[in-house]
């Protein structure tokens, strides 16, 4: 049996094209000598992975002159000949994301191709980006930690925090540019290019979809918890009313901050309520209850604890990380078991994960960036503050703690929501064909 998908367009099986491979190939591996003699380590081994990336399909297929696609191995390698040969070339970072988008593409069609995940081109091209800006935001991170605990000068090279925290703010912003471009890319490719007839892909069996699913908390959870969902209920609404109570004195105080954090926290906690009403997807009291917390837990900080309490910013942000996870995992959880093209098995959705809070982690500090120039380009009091490099690294530090928590709790807890949703995404599509 061979598979057909949209992925397929990416290898290629003419002369031509695997001449073009090969060459390439030959020529990143002499650049991979030579960053290696000059200890340049980072660029030697991703050389090697990209080298591994491109010859994949024809090495695991025994057909050499199956390659991918010219277009894909010139924006996978174009950085890294660059950076061997003519790096003052590169006066922005975004080459550099556009190939790493690229490699992702490379990696996830491969992954599609060789392994139990399937996945179509719509749900790659997301991947796609998310993966690029989960990587920029992973970069600067183990730059920073290996700065901090093994004396480096990655990024911390002497200069301000402010001033360091602003140039990686920059190279976030090329990366959601680059994945951005790169999905618009790779979408015109896929929709205008021909299938290549000739290069079959085995399917790979794999197994069953499997349910991996329980309505109910593990035990030890309902064990440390011990909130029946009235009290779950009656501290969602307590929490409610504060709220409210503080968009009020922010407006009384005209207190910007308060009043607009105020205004989208108490929108975000009767989100699931209306998601209810709407879509009749029943809403799990629990989650209701992390979610407000979450915002609760924010808002106070705004008010008056981010600046006279330690760590209170860490403990917002690995909640809040928790949310996103919970999210992220009950709506590719759903996609999985909706749609018939793609197969997440639970290890590999527990990495998906991962990147997708690190991604929104990114886009979020992204977000404050901009927030807090245009705030201070008015002249009013910051929305939502940064404070140098250290605390935008120690917060996605915190959203990866808080995302390990919620993708190894998901599997047991969200399921259930994640089929409800996948029921609704069926009932939708019958009522449109109807």
Request: hydrophobic share 55%; proline share 2%.
């Amino acid at each position: 049996m061979t598979e057909k998908n949209k992925l397929s367009k990416v290898l290629k099986n003419t002369r031509i094209n695997a001449f073009f491979g090969w060459g390439m190939i030959l020529l990143l591996f002499m650049f991979a000598i030579v960053n290696l003699i000059y200890g340049r380590l980072t660029w030697f081994i991703l050389t090697i992975f990209v080298i591994g990336v491109i010859a994949a399909p024809a090495i695991l297929l025994h057909r050499y002159s199956v390659m991918p696609s010219w277009y894909f191995v010139i924006l996978a390698t174009l950085p890294i000949i660059g950076s061997t040969t003519a790096y003052y070339f590169f006066s922005t970072s975004i080459p550099i994301y556009l190939s790493v988008a690229t490699i992702a593409m490379l990696v996830a069609a491969e992954i599609n191709w060789f392994t139990s995940v399937k996945m179509n081109d719509k749900f790659a091209i997301i991947l796609v980006l998310t993966t690029t800006l989960a990587m920029s935001g992973l970069w600067y991170l183990l730059q920073w930690i290996l700065d901090m605990n093994l004396g480096t000068s990655y990024i911390l090279n002497g200069q301000a925090a402010n001033d360091i925290n602003d140039a990686v703010m920059l190279k976030f912003i090329y990366a959601t540019i680059s994945g951005i471009v790169a999905g618009i890319f790779f979408g015109w490719y896929f929709r205008s290019s021909r299938f290549t007839d000739d290069v079959e892909i085995p399917i790979k069996i794999s197994e069953e979809k499997t349910d991996y699913i329980t309505s109910r908390a593990p035990a030890p959870i309902r064990k440390l918890l011990g909130i029946s969902d009235e009290k779950q209920k009656l501290a969602t609404k307590i929490m409610q009313i504060v709220l409210f109570t503080l968009l009020i004195a922010g407006i009384f105080l005209k207190d910007l901050s308060t009043t607009i954090n105020a205004t989208a926290g108490l929108t975000l906690t009767f989100l699931p309520y209306f998601i209810t009403r709407k879509y009749d997807i029943l809403h799990e009291t629990g989650l209701t209850l992390w979610i407000t917390l979450a915002v609760f837990l924010h808002l106070l900080g705004t008010f008056a604890f981010y600046d006279n309490i330690v760590r209170w910013d860490n403990i917002t942000h690995a909640l809040s990380a928790c949310v996103v996870a919970a999210s992220g995992y009950t709506l590719i959880r759903a996609i999985d078991i909706y749609v018939e093209e793609i197969y997440i098995p639970p290890k590999v959705l527990f990495l998906f994960i991962l990147l997708f809070v690190l991604a929104m982690g990114v886009t979020w500090e992204i977000i404050e960036f901009l927030i807090d120039g245009m705030t201070a380009e008015l002249g009013y009091k910051t929305i939502l503050a940064q404070h140098g490099i250290h605390d935008t690294m120690i917060d996605l530090m915190f959203d990866l703690f808080g995302a390990i928590i919620a993708a190894t709790w998901g599997t047991a807890y969200l399921s259930d929501i994640s089929y409800r949703l996948a029921d609704k995404f069926e009932e939708i599509k019958n009522r449109k064909n109807a």
